[in-house]
């Protein structure tokens, strides 16, 4: 039986790309004196950038795997996982390209950053490692496949301060970036992966429950009380661990504990975005949605000059003020959706376009 398209998600990933959009202009481009903590639009402003990219992995965890499950028609699955595959090593050689210098390359020269470890990066790497829990679990467990993931997610979480302790100095770099920013990475794959996989136990709760009369009230309910309780109470909660069994990793957690803080941000907005579902059918909004990785490419062309080295970043770096940065990432921010329309709408042409030519070229030899 397969199961609806739950719209909210969608609107979940356009609400995070849209906030990494502008999230990125004007972290980029402000001027530093602007940057005041004591002003209330600037800490609003950083909150809200903050729980972004939780936000993010746990949508993409969540959509991955829900659709996976939604359906058991043995085709259908086998398409999803194929389509998977296809995404999850899609998005790792996207994260490399986009940090090739083109221009460098024709010199000779692969730079440093070539190798660093992004967003693009880690969820596909997610994305892989989700699709092989299901070939090893899922496929005959929906609950052990689930109870697998929130575990790991929970450990990953849990031991994130003894595995940053861990020494990679001599691992090959381009390998250790995807565990250490010590070289230079913006994420690492852990602990950035465990949002992912509570988005995946998210999904096959959603897989089991969503059809339920009174599933909507009680998980929106739930979801506001334990991210209320993440929020304020986990810390406590590490400490009490750390007395009761002499384990540090969990006082280390407790006086650190950004992981489980920002996944109770993360479960207020998949609370308010259930509580309004039904106000988030547009189709627009739900177009953004399913084009993030379009979006996501042609931000990282046109502010940080990926593959051409000429972008806003180069040009503008921290030198706006408040009027200016703002109203250069609301256009950043239409510039950037509207291309992206644009390419999905010509994306068939453009494969034609490309596909002809490299028959034609091979006629030729």
């Known amino acids: 039986m397969e199961q609806k398209r739950l719209h909210f998600i969608d609107a979940i990933r356009a609400w995070a790309i849209l906030m990494m959009l502008q999230g990125h202009f004007i972290d980029g481009l402000l001027a530093p004196q602007f940057r005041d903590q004591d002003q209330d639009w600037f800490q609003i402003w950083t909150y809200f950038r903050g729980i972004t990219a939780p936000v993010f992995f746990t949508a993409s965890g969540l959509i991955f795997t829900y659709l996976l499950f939604k359906n058991t028609n043995t085709t259908y699955v086998n398409k999803r996982i194929k389509k998977g595959l296809k995404r999850g090593v899609q998005l790792i050689v996207l994260g490399y390209l986009l940090r090739l210098n083109l221009q ?43 109870i697998v993931v929130l575990a790991l997610a929970t450990l990953i979480f849990s031991f994130e301060p003894w595995f940053k302790g861990l020494d990679w100095s001599n691992w090959p770099v381009a390998l250790s ?34 059809h339920k009369k009174m599933f909507y009230p009680i998980a929106i309910l739930g979801l506001f009380i334990l991210g209320t309780w993440l929020k304020y109470d986990s810390s406590r909660f590490f400490i009490f661990l750390g007395d009761q069994f002499g384990w540090k990793v969990f006082s280390a957690v407790a006086y650190n504990n950004y992981l489980f803080i920002r996944l109770g941000d993360v479960f207020w907005v998949l609370g308010v975005f259930m509580l309004g579902r039904q106000f988030l059918q547009y189709k627009t909004l739900l177009a953004i949605g399913q084009n993030t ?10 502010l ?13 770096k921290k030198s706006l003020n408040v009027p ?10 239409l510039c950037c959706v509207s291309l992206s329309f644009l390419y999905e709408y010509k994306k068939g042409f453009v494969k034609d376009y490309i596909s002809r030519i490299f028959k034609k070229n091979k006629n030729y030899e």
């Open 324 to 333: 200016e940065a703002f109203a250069g990432g609301l256009l950043f921010v």
């Open 293 to 302: 990785l379009s979006i996501y490419v042609i931000h990282a062309v046109i």
């Open 304 to 316: 940080y000059g990926s593959f051409h080295g000429f972008g806003l970043y180069k040009f503008f």
């Open 104 to 146: 460098g390359l024709l010199n000779g020269h692969i730079y440093p950053s070539f190798f660093y470890v992004d967003v693009l990066h880690c969820i596909g790497l997610a994305i892989l490692i989700l699709i092989f829990a299901y070939k090893l679990i899922g496929h005959w467990s929906i609950k052990g496949f689930s």
């Open 177 to 210: 970036h995807y565990f250490t920013r010590e070289n230079g990475a913006l994420f690492t794959f852990i602990p950035w992966v465990g949002y992912s996989f509570y988005g995946a136990f998210m999904a096959v709760i959603l897989v089991k429950l969503s």
